[in-house]
C-alpha cells in the first residue's frame, strides 16, 4: 500500500505533492495528542448523559 502512495505522488503535481507533506506532517505532529483528545471526548460525553 505504501508503494502504491509513493508511486502516485510521483507522478503527481508539486502542488499534491507538497499538500500531501504537509497533511503527513500535521498527522505525525498531532498523532501523540490524539488518544486524549479521544478519551477526553468520551469523558465529556459519559458527564452529559
Known sequence: ???????????????????HCLLASLTIGFGPFVPGFIIQHVAAVRGAR
Open 1 to 19: 500500500m505504501l508503494t502504491a502512495y509513493l508511486d502516485s505522488l510521483q507522478h503527481a503535481s508539486a502542488t499534491t505533492a507538497v499538500a
